[in-house]
């Protein structure tokens, strides 16, 4: 079997399971990490920045429009799931987070766009089963809790990293 085909039943598996939602996917970023990752980047104004589980109401969306970006976002809850939906529009780099749910698959499906991405992660992926992918990025850490909030309005609070494609080319 071809890898690709394999990528492509791992897939079909997901959605057999439907693991492709879980509710402990739901925490939604506050805007300040991710002010910080632009200073940090210094991606080029031209680059179209896709979104792939964010609404207009995402503050990667928002902080990213009124930093001069291109944005394009998508959300399943818009029917666009990420393991099946690829905008029609050219972008250049994707940049969110993702759900916490299925980690090793999602990176896997980044990697398969031959783009850069730049996704932000709890630290407990490091104590996950991650095979080689882990290998495969490299990471910025937060020197400090994020507060996400939920659904219900809750304040959840943990450690994360930034985790980004091998090569990505806008880290100093
Ligand atoms: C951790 S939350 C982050 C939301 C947003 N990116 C943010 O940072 O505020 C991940 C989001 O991805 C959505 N999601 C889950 N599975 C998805 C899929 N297969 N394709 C697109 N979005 C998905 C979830 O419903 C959830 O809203």
């Known amino acids: 079997m071809k890898k690709n085909e394999l990528k492509k039943d791992n897939y079909n598996i997901r959605n057999i399971l439907g693991l492709q939602r879980k509710n402990n996917n739901e925490f939604y970023t506050p805007k300040e990490p991710i002010i910080e990752l632009i200073k940090i980047l210094k991606i080029p104004k031209n680059k179209v920045i896709w979104c792939p589980f964010d609404t207009e109401?995402?503050?990667?969306?928002?902080?990213?429009?009124e930093n001069g970006y291109k944005v394009i976002f998508s959300h399943i809850d818009n029917g666009k799931d990420f393991y099946e939906y690829e905008p029609n529009e050219k972008w250049d780099l994707i940049i969110s987070n993702p759900p916490f749910?299925?980690?090793?698959?999602?990176?896997?499906?980044?990697e398969s766009f031959n783009k850069p991405f730049c996704?932000?992660?709890?630290?407990?992926?490091?104590?996950?089963?991650?095979?080689?992918?882990?290998?495969r990025c490299q990471f910025l850490f937060i020197q400090r809790n994020i507060k996400f909030t939920t659904k219900t309005d809750e304040v959840k609070s943990f450690q994360c990293a930034w985790l980004f494609n091998k090569g990505f080319p806008w880290i100093k």
Do not use: D
């Not at 109401?57 to 429009?65: A, G, P, Q, R, Y």
């Not at 749910?101 to 499906?109: P, T, V």
């Open 101 to 110: 749910s299925q980690k090793r698959l999602l990176i896997e499906r980044c």
């Open 57 to 65: 109401k995402s503050e990667f969306v928002k902080v990213l429009k």
């Open 119 to 135: 996704l932000l992660y709890g630290a407990t992926i490091f104590s996950q089963s991650m095979g080689n992918t882990l290998n």
